[in-house]
């Protein structure tokens, strides 16, 4: 049952020390900046964090590893010119990284919301991200062997949400959204609107509500990329 909650402090109240959470974006576009400030606002440590990157500048999922609460990220992305306290944590040997490329990491997650068991694809082999992982030879083409990528929980934004859960997302702000909702045991999504049931033409929704345990509206989020207006 879908519950709608009055507070990003009470969606991200749940989260327990050591858990493995999934947080949308790709950089700052689509980043549940809000929900993230609340789980730093909340504590909780130890964390496992996939991500496409690893944070950018002092805000969101950066000020999340400057304090420390990220044990390992997962992302395909991690060196950027702002990612400078994963870089500063990753020297120091504070934070443990494993590098998944981009196409791998996202069909990993989706993978997972689609109950697939594993998958072989081509990107990778021969490089040090096969090593250790069972290869094939299909039709004279190499492949690796995938497994999905699961969360205890994801932190997404999206643009409206009905009161069954169904969300809409704003343009490129959707990126990993959907994969994460549904990849995750618990999906909590801040969102701008929330309608009555019947409102969203069935045909823009993009993530249907059984995906969508927490929603949390926020009128005004504190910060928006404009890349989400393209």
Not at 20 to 39: H, Y
């Amino acid at each position: 049952m879908l519950t709608i909650a009055a507070s990003c402090a009470e969606a991200v109240a749940q989260i327990e020390d050591g858990a493995t959470v999934m947080i949308g974006g790709f950089g700052v576009a689509g980043q549940p900046v809000e929900l993230i400030d609340a789980l730093i606002d909340h504590g909780a440590t130890d964390l496992t964090v996939v991500n496409n990157n690893a944070g950018n500048g002092d805000v969101g999922l950066a000020k999340l590893i400057q304090l420390g609460r990220v044990r390992r990220i997962i992302c395909s992305f991690p060196r950027q010119s702002d990612s400078w306290h994963f870089d500063e944590k990753y020297r120091a040997g504070e934070i443990e990284l494993e590098v998944v490329p981009q196409g791998n990491l996202a069909e990993r997650i989706r993978a997972a919301g689609a109950g697939i068991g594993a998958f072989f694809t081509p990107t990778g082999y021969g490089t040090p991200l096969a090593e250790g992982k069972e290869v094939r030879e299909i039709d004279g083409r190499h492949y690796v062997l995938e497994h999905p990528i699961r969360a205890d929980y994801s932190l997404t934004k999206a643009h409206v949400a009905d009161r069954a859960g169904n969300l809409v997302y704003r343009k490129t702000a959707r990126n990993f959204g959907p994969i994460m909702a549904a990849a995750a045991t618990t999906s909590i999504v801040q969102v701008a609107e929330i309608v009555e049931r019947g409102e969203l033409d069935p045909e823009v929704v993009v993530t249907p509500g059984i995906y969508v345990d927490t929603v949390v509206r926020l009128e005004s989020p504190a910060q928006t990329d404009p890349r989400e207006e393209l």
